[in-house]
T-cell receptor, first 114, second 114 residues
Framework: QKEVEQNSGPLSVPEGAIASLNCTYS??????FFWYRQYSGKSPELIMS????GDKEDGRFTAQLNKASQYVSLLIRDSQPSDSATYLC??????????????FGAGTRLAVHP | GAGVSQSPSNKVTEKGKDVELRCDPI?????LYWYRQSLGQGLEFLIY????????KSGLPSDRFSAERTGGSVSTLTIQRTQQEDSAVYLC????????????FGSGTQLSVL
C-alpha cells in the first residue's frame, strides 16, 4: 500500500461547480497534512495546511481532515478554469522531529471547463 | 535572494557521467530539502538539511547520490555514474525550519540521461 494515495483523475468539473479532491494515507501517527497545487511545468505551491480533525476554510478552498479514517480532502468552490492543475496531497512524516519530511501522493489532475 | 534558485534549469548528460545540481535557498532559511519528481508522479523525498548537517538522508536512492550544504546556504546534489532511471525533475525547497511552516520550492532542474 502506498503511503499517500490519490485518484489520478482527470477530474473534470464545469466552471462554477465544486471540485472535490480526496486523499488517504497509511501512517496513523501522521500529524500534519498539506495540499499543493502544481501547474504543468511549474513547481508545487502550497495552498492549504491542516493539522486538526474537521474543516479549515481559506477563501474558495476548504480542507477536511478525518484522522480516524485516515482521510484528507480538498474542496474548491466556484471552480475557475485557472484552477486547472494537478493537486498534490502531502503528509509530514517528520513532524515529530521538527521538520518537513513530506510524503506526496501522485496527484489528481483537475480540469475546469468553461 | 527573492526565491529558491536552482541551476541548471535543464541538464542533458550521457549515461555514466557525473552531474552536479545546485540549490540556493531563500536567505535566512535554515532548512533545505531535495525532492525528485519523475514524469506523472508525486514528489519523492531525497534528503533534508538543517544548517549544514543532514539529519535525514533516507530518501537517497543509492550510494551514487550525495549532497552537501556549505555555509548554511548553497546545497549541491551530486549524482555519480548517471543512469537513465535518474532522469527526473530535481526540486529543492527551503523553509524556516520549524516543521509546520511553508516550503518554498525552486523551479527545479530537469535532468535527462541519454
Amino acid at each position: 500500500q502506498k503511503e499517500v494515495e490519490q485518484n489520478s483523475g482527470p477530474l473534470s468539473v464545469p466552471e462554477g461547480a465544486i471540485a472535490s479532491l480526496n486523499c488517504t494515507y497509511s501512517d496513523r501517527g501522521s500529524q500534519s497534512f498539506f495540499w499543493y497545487r502544481q501547474y504543468s511545468g511549474k513547481s508545487p505551491e502550497l495552498i492549504m495546511s491542516i493539522y486538526s480533525n474537521g474543516d479549515k476554510e481559506d477563501g474558495r478552498f476548504t480542507a477536511q481532515l478525518n484522522k480516524a479514517s485516515q482521510y484528507v480532502s480538498l474542496l474548491i468552490r466556484d471552480s475557475q478554469p485557472s484552477d486547472s492543475a494537478t493537486y498534490l496531497c502531502a503528509v509530514n512524516l517528520g513532524f515529530s522531529g521538527g521538520y518537513n519530511k513530506l510524503i506526496f501522493g501522485a496527484g489528481t489532475r483537475l480540469a475546469v471547463h468553461p | 535572494g527573492a526565491g529558491v534558485s536552482q541551476s541548471p534549469s535543464n541538464k542533458v548528460t550521457e549515461k555514466g557521467k557525473d552531474v552536479e545540481l545546485r540549490c540556493d535557498p531563500i536567505s535566512g532559511h535554515t532548512a533545505l530539502y531535495w525532492y525528485r519528481q519523475s514524469l506523472g508522479q508525486g514528489l519523492e523525498f531525497l534528503i533534508y538539511f538543517q544548517g549544514n548537517s543532514a539529519p535525514d538522508k533516507s530518501g537517497l536512492p543509492s550510494d551514487r547520490f550525495s549532497a552537501e550544504r556549505t555555509g548554511g546556504s548553497v546545497s549541491t546534489l551530486t549524482i555519480q555514474r548517471t543512469q537513465q532511471e535518474d532522469s527526473a525533475v530535481y526540486l529543492c525547497a527551503s523553509s524556516l525550519g520549524t516543521g509546520r511552516e511553508k516550503l518554498f520550492f525552486g523551479s527545479g532542474t530537469q535532468l535527462s540521461v541519454l
